[in-house]
């Protein structure tokens, strides 16, 4: 490829890490910053928990799901009832399933065809844009996270206690990390952000400086 046509490429930013990390907080600022369109990959399995759930079936229930996920359309991601602990797990049991992650693929991969995109989820460096140029792995430790997420929680009006929260979440990255279909990891060459310490304005600064490192 000719110099030329690399700085043509559409860019691809990556951005994985377990919940509540700050993923979709730096994928915005990202997105507005650079021009790109944003795809909250999470949505998608959200979405499909949901439509399994509405049926009265079980999540982990592979054909049901799998049926689901082939027959969501764009608005399921618009729905208002995508977030709380009933569709975190119900996320979580879809995304285990192959034939669930087979059809979201090329949806994600359609997404940032035309003009690049940031994509923020658990397989977006590993499986679905392996070669992005710019991947970060976003992370930060378990009780930061658990306190982040009650917060947004309460901010809603949901009164969960903080230890249920981080009891949920850390069940979640569990399955997330241990199952066999795109397990939740690092891509080797992700830039490793560790968020507990940091306000979003030097999250949003640190990922800016591997972007433009990618890019000379
Ligand atoms: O907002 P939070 O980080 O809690 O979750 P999310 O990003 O909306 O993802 C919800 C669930 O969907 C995760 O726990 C994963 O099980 C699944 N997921 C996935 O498997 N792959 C992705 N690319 C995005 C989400």
Known sequence: MSTHEAANQAL?????????????TLARRLAAALGLPYLDTGLLYRA???????????PAEPDAAAAAARSLVPEDLARGDLRGPAADAAAASVASIPAVRAALLEFQRGFATASGAVLDGR??????????????????????????????????????????????????????????????????????????????????????AAVRAARP
């Open 12 to 24: 691809v930013i990556a951005i994985d890490g377990p919940a509540a990390a700050g993923k979709g």
């Open 48 to 58: 499909v928990g949901r439509r399994v759930l509405d049926l009265g079936a079980d």
């Open 123 to 208: 397989d977006i460096g590993t499986v679905i844009f392996p070669d992005a140029k710019v991947k970060l792995f976003v992370t930060a430790t378990l009780p930061a996270r658990a306190r982040r997420r009650w917060a947004e929680l309460a901010g809603k009006g949901t009164e969960v206690p903080l230890a249920r929260v981080e009891a949920d979440m850390r069940a979640r990255d569990a399955m997330d990390a241990a199952r066999l279909a795109a397990p939740l990891r690092p891509a080797a060459d992700a830039v490793c952000l560790d968020t507990t310490a940091l306000d979003p304005d030097a999250v949003f600064a640190q990922a800016m």
